[in-house]
């Protein structure tokens, strides 16, 4: 008996201590399955997921292994596409082809992995394309090589080994009005010529017999007009520019050595100037947007629509086609998207205990013989004082206790554990929005007075769950801005109303925030949390208060109940808006009467006293450079007057906001002013990094080296973004520590002069 005692004890003392035992002893208890968790918690994310896939195969029916295999699925090729993809944006493309087969060896049909393999051998063909571009551009043919990059830029607009090859075309390309004289090496040829107050046609005719070149007027021109003109050592192409511009004319090539002038007026210009007919295929952008840019700012003359096919067609001169080609390329863009990957668990947990002994918690009497029916009630007595009066305690002779004494152990523990996994795709600035849970119904009884009343109901059906909304801003530094709307809702109870009417009373949990992430940063939003418990402890009268007794004398029931709302959430950047170089921002628009148009460039030359001649009809010279500068024997040469100016090196500039308030981001420009197009420079730039957050990818430790010059994209000026992170409003300053510049031409060194701190408020 004793021993039946002690395996009892035994029994209720290891449930007991079992109370307290983790939940985890209700997981899956797969060897497979537990073997891919330490395998994903240690990173092994591909072998974590073959042991996932062999857990799946031995329990098919085991939903939590499904649920995680699909997570991980996700998680793993959502890893190897990102790595390839930036293998193939980086230029890495035999490791990328690697990558995307890697993917389709375990999973075939990846539509992903495929469009990667596509994307390579067009990527392929394009490097092909501009290494045939950059050999033409060796041998100077720049005509050929635009057009072949422009090939591939239509294709893809963000090839970035061809878009930087038409920033370097762009460069050295000079687009003169007619592209014809561009290319004829007779007007190249460099050209003296002095004149003073000399007949416009005799100016022509000395230009036509020193050059070889053969002039048409028309028969508006005015050739008795007299003109001035004082340019040495000048190529032929920019002396008849700077003629025709400030004499209000213009020319048409008719052969290779032969130009017809004729005035510049809106008539002439009809009859004379060549136009070309262009189409433009709109891919993102809103086609009449586009056409009203156009119409705004390159002053188009004539532009049809066709909405149904979303492109235009414009006639115009080519300066202005290909003023528009630019504006077109940098505004047809497509719109950014985001992938928002999103993680949405619902915890719930009920823990409930009853532990501890019932002991009988009353007595029973009962008068043998004598009911309290039998007893005669005295007026003012109460009827059980009448009784115990004529009975008496010797009455008392049924006596009754309950002789049960139970011990309660029971513990119940429940989990719910609710899991969304949801990946929505979302174009920039524009609202996402993801329901997990239900809708339920709520019906509402209305009642039609009459003689015979007729009542009828009707649903109302209201979102419970958790209702997650998100409106992403991409950008331009891969960056995801995110106004986050979170509301977790259920039912608690019915309340009554008037005439028995019943209303929902429904719990609500809110979470509303602003955040700004990384492409591919993981944000955790957590803290809903409904946490109660509820306490009730029975035992005897008397024994229950005296501590230590308590517990053993005492039943408690314990109902713990936890639910808390965890939310991650991590964006995606699928496509971007590229960031445009200062070439294609920032290029010549021409005059306002005629777009496109190039500046007259006068090449500099050293200053010298003029020779002019004070005899004859034609009061002027026109030399070539070999004679240009060539004094007589007996000549001596004049002074130089601009001898004592001396010149000046090229200086850096910096610019930056005065104020900045505290958390805002602003930009800060380097430029390398005054230097040649062949100079190359390193600039060393300090900041406070306890205060400010260069925004560049960089490290944080308060130092950049900007690159300038010639083998920049950027050229001679750059642009760096910065944040405040500093806790308290205070001032702070942006210096450049020190420059080095070098010409690449001549292997010089250049000296660079350094501009005075920037100071910066911060509010």
Not at 300 to 325: C, G, H, P, S, W
Not at 376 to 381: H, S, W
Request: proline content about 4%.
């Amino acid at each position: 008996m004793k021993r039946w005692r002690i395996i009892a004890l035994s029994i209720l003392l290891a449930v007991t201590m079992g109370c307290a035992i983790d939940n985890r002893s209700f997981l899956t208890r797969n060897i497979a399955f537990s073997d891919s968790q330490k395998l994903v918690a240690e990173g092994k994310l591909e072998k974590g997921l073959e042991k996932l896939e062999q857990a799946a195969r031995e329990e098919p029916e085991n939903k939590e292994i499904r649920t995680m295999l699909m997570r991980l699925r996700d998680q793993v090729l959502g890893k190897l596409l990102i790595e390839a993809d930036n293998l193939r944006y980086a230029g890495d493309l035999d490791q990328a082809e690697q990558g995307y087969q890697r993917v389709l060896s375990m999973y075939p049909f990846n539509e992903r992995a495929k469009e990667g393999i596509e994307a390579l051998k067009t990527e392929r063909r394009h490097i092909a394309s501009v290494e045939s571009a950059r050999a033409l551009l060796a041998r100077n043919d720049l005509a050929k090589a635009e057009t072949l990059v422009r090939a591939i830029l239509q294709e893809n607009p963000q090839q970035s080994h061809a878009r930087q090859l038409i920033s370097e075309i762009n460069s050295h390309l000079s687009r003169p009005e007619v592209t014809h004289l561009a290319l004829e090496s007779a007007f190249k040829k460099a050209l003296t010529m002095e004149f003073k107050d000399t007949d416009l046609k005799s100016v022509f005719e000395i230009m036509a017999r020193t050059a070889g070149i053969n002039f048409v007027f028309d028969k508006d021109i005015r050739q008795d007009a007299k003109i001035s003109i004082f340019v040495r050592n000048n190529t032929i192409e920019d002396i008849l520019k700077l003629l025709l511009t400030t004499n209000q004319l213009a020319y048409k090539v008719l052969n290779n050595n032969s130009l017809l002038i004729y005035p510049n007026t809106p008539a002439k210009q009809k009859d004379y100037q060549e136009l070309v007919v262009r189409s433009f295929q709109v891919a993102h952008t809103d086609v009449k947007q586009m056409v009203a840019m156009v119409r705004g700012i390159v002053k188009a003359k004539d532009i049809y629509v066709n909405e149904q096919l979303n492109l235009f067609i414009m006639r115009d001169t080519l300066e202005a086609i290909r003023l528009t080609e630019r504006l077109v390329t940098l505004n047809d863009l497509a719109e950014p998207e985001v992938m928002l990957d999103v993680v949405i668990l619902d915890i719930a947990r009920n823990n409930d205990f009853l532990l501890g002994p019932k002991f009988p918690q009353s007595i029973t009497y009962g008068a043998a013989g004598v009911t309290a029916a039998t007893a005669t009630t005295t007026a003012g007595v109460t009827p059980g004082l009448v009784l115990l009066n004529q009975v008496g305690f010797d009455g008392l002779k049924s006596f009754a206790v309950d002789s049960r004494a139970v011990i309660d152990f029971l513990h119940n523990l429940s989990t719910g554990d609710v899991l969304a996994n949801p990946r929505i795709r979302v174009a920039n600035r524009e609202k996402a929005k993801i329901h997990v849970g239900e809708k339920r119904p709520f019906f509402t009884a209305n009642v039609q007075p009459g003689i015979t009343a007729v009542v009828t109901s009707t649903p109302t059906f209201i979102d419970l769950g958790v209702k997650l909304d998100v409106e992403p801003r991409v950008g331009v530094n891969s960056d995801v801005t995110m106004k986050i709307t979170l509301e977790v809702s259920s039912r608690i109870s019915d309340i009554t109303g008037p005439s028995n009417a019943t209303a929902p009373l429904i719990g609500t949990r809110n979470a509303e925030t602003m955040l700004t992430l990384k492409d591919g940063e993981t944000q955790v939003l957590a803290g809903l949390i409904d946490n109660r418990e509820t306490r009730s402890i029975s035992g005897l009268a008397g024994l229950l208060n005296i501590p230590g007794l308590d517990r053993l004398t005492s039943n408690q029931k314990i109902n713990r109940t936890k639910n808390e709302i965890v939310l991650l959430i991590t964006p995606r950047i699928i496509r971007n808006i590229p960031k445009p170089s200062n070439l294609e921002s920032e290029y010549h628009f021409g005059t306002a009467s005629e777009a496109g148009k190039l500046p007259i460039a006068i090449q500099r030359t050293a200053a010298q006293s003029l020779a002019i001649a004070p005899s004859g009809p034609v009061q002027g010279t026109a030399r070539t450079v070999s004679d240009a500068f060539a004094p007589s024997a007996d000549q001596q040469a004049a002074p130089n007057p601009f001898a004592n100016v001396s010149t000046t090196s090229p200086s850096l500039t910096i610019q930056a906001p005065t104020n900045v308030g505290l958390d805002k981001e602003f930009s800060v420009n380097v430029r390398l002013v005054g230097a040649k197009a062949t100079v190359n420079a390193d600039v060393q730039l300090n900041y406070e990094a306890s205060v400010l957050e260069a925004l560049d990818g960089g490290p944080k430790s308060g130092s950049r080296v900007l690159k300038l010059g010639k083998d920049q994209t950027a050229g001679l000026a750059t642009q760096l973004r910065f944040k405040v992170i500093a806790a308290n409003p205070g001032a702070t300053e942006i210096n450049i520590q020190s420059a080095t510049a070098e010409d690449i031409e001549h292997g010089d060194s250049v000296d660079v002069t350094l501009p005075p701190p920037a100071a910066i408020n911060i509010k």
